[in-house]
């Protein structure tokens, strides 16, 4: 065993100790979030330029590491699909009367949808605002055998959805073994779970109009069900500051910073683009006659937790309690809004990134971006947004579905994913953004906001730090 990984464990272990005390000294879940990400950010970063790219005296310590980072992704993706079937069922079955159900969930997808290809347009315009190059690209970041072996994985993805067409990736969603659905173990088990989860408490309202005593007991189990998987959230939540500190040290360690450079000007175009939509954002609350200033501090915190933990799911807690208690949402379209939003219409994996791959991949192929070319991948980014899961890694999919439907070339995806966790911590918090977003309005136009709630100052603890979790 090397000075070297003896040296850097205990500089990790020391850092986690740290983040114990701050717990202690009751700092906030944000803070201790947000000191963890640029922490470890800044020590990746110092291993690699002190150490140098592809160290084999860093290796052993990459491997210690991974166990925390990449044992706090499996523990979000082990909760994901229970959360979003409890809490689909229960916000449908407690919705008062279908009618209410039938004002909710149309009015939800349709602004998702529209902010989404909104999004998309956005994508396109920082391309040629930033005059990006997808050929320059190429030929500056060259083809090493990570990328290769990246781009492998990504043309085989790619022949498994052209093989379905768009016919069988449609139908993909509607789930043909619920058993199979719940294992979550293909790329549209979530929609898939929200479609299944929608149509169980759809039926459960029916038969609660004809005999609720009949089903009052299966209604008292769900109810019963989703404290129990929220229970098991929170406290998968409270790692997500060491969680962070892992994943932010394995990135800056295993990723060439020289490589990154030269990715840049996408970066920055990328970061711009998500902070027009989230202006356009503000500007749709306002339009509805509500403050955006209210509405941006009121959903900051679940936003810097989006950034941190790179999950819209493990967010849907925190952002049901947000827009119940901070913003005045009613329950039911606080909870439809907080799922929908994690598997339709994602504004950043779903909207932003794969409109600015495509218009690269078009480059690539010398194709002429015309006003119809964007009309018609606008209409594909809102087709292929239905069933992106809100975990790190679905912008990837959700770019390389885009591109496949529209029969480009699929180079930049292998390029452009050593820098996607960079990118997705701001994707995650606009999807959530989004989220919340087509909540208020929809609230708002069904007569259903709390205005007082809503206008009140916020007091005592935000909402990414009740008790709960910190």
Not at 330 to 348: H, K, L
Not at 379 to 403: D, H, N, P, Q
Request: aromatic share 10%; charged share 10%; with cysteine.
């Amino acid at each position: 065993m090397s000075f070297t990984f003896i040296a850097l464990c205990s500089i990790f272990l020391g850092f986690y100790a740290l983040l114990s005390n701050f717990k202690k000294q009751k700092k906030s879940f944000n803070f201790r979030v947000l000191t963890a990400l640029v922490c470890g950010l800044l020590f990746g970063g110092a291993i690699q330029l002190t150490l140098g790219f592809g160290s084999e005296s860093v290796a052993g310590f990459s491997e210690f590491i991974s166990v925390f980072g990449k044992g706090y992704i499996k523990l979000l993706q082990m909760i994901v699909i229970p959360l979003v079937f409890v809490a689909m069922i229960s916000s449908i079955m407690n919705v008062d009367g279908g009618g209410a159900l039938s004002k909710i969930a149309p009015k939800i997808i349709g602004i998702l949808i529209f902010t989404v290809s909104i999004s998309a347009i956005v994508g396109v315009a920082s391309i040629y605002l930033f005059g990006i190059d997808a050929n320059a690209l190429i030929s500056s970041v060259g083809t090493n055998d990570s990328i290769i072996a990246r781009g492998e994985a990504v043309v085989s993805t790619q022949n498994a959805m052209a093989s379905k067409g768009l016919s069988g990736l449609v139908l993909s969603i509607i789930p043909a073994n619920i058993f199979d659905m719940l294992t979550g173990s293909q790329r549209t088990s979530t929609l898939s779970t929200v479609l299944f989860g929608m149509f169980l408490g759809y039926s459960i309202l029916q038969v609660k109009k004809r005999k609720p005593e009949k089903v009052q007991s299966f209604v008292d189990f769900i109810n019963a069900a989703k404290e129990v998987v929220l229970s098991m959230v929170r406290e998968i939540l409270k790692l997500t500051p060491y969680g962070v500190f892992a994943l932010m040290t394995s990135f800056m360690m295993t990723n060439d910073l020289f490589a990154l450079a030269e990715m840049g000007r996408f970066l920055v175009a990328s970061y711009v683009a998500i902070g027009v939509m989230f202006a356009i954002h503000f500007i749709m609350v306002g339009m509805f006659g509500l403050s955006p200033a209210k509405f941006m501090k009121k959903t900051w915190p679940v936003l810097v937790f989006g950034f941190g933990s790179r999950s819209s799911m493990a967010a849907i807690p925190l952002n049901v309690e947000t827009q119940t208690q901070r913003l005045g949402v009613d329950e039911e379209t606080a909870n439809m809004s907080a799922t929908f939003g994690t598997s339709i219409g994602q504004n950043g994996c779903a909207g932003i990134y794969p409109a600015m791959l495509a218009i690269m991949a078009a480059q690539v192929m010398g194709l002429d971006v015309d006003l119809a070319f964007i009309l018609q991948l606008t209409a594909v980014i809102a087709i292929a947004s239905f069933g992106i899961a809100g975990v790190g890694g679905g912008a990837t999919f959700a770019a390389v579905a885009v591109l496949t439907i529209m029969g480009l070339d699929i180079t930049v995806v292998a390029i452009l994913v050593s820098i996607e966790a960079l990118i997705d911590m701001a994707r995650t918090a606009l999807n959530i953004s989004g989220s919340m977003l087509s909540g208020v309005v929809t609230a708002k136009t069904n007569g259903s906001l709390n205005l007082e709630q809503y206008n009140a100052e916020v007091t005592g603890k935000s909402s990414g730090d009740s008790e709960a979790i910190a």
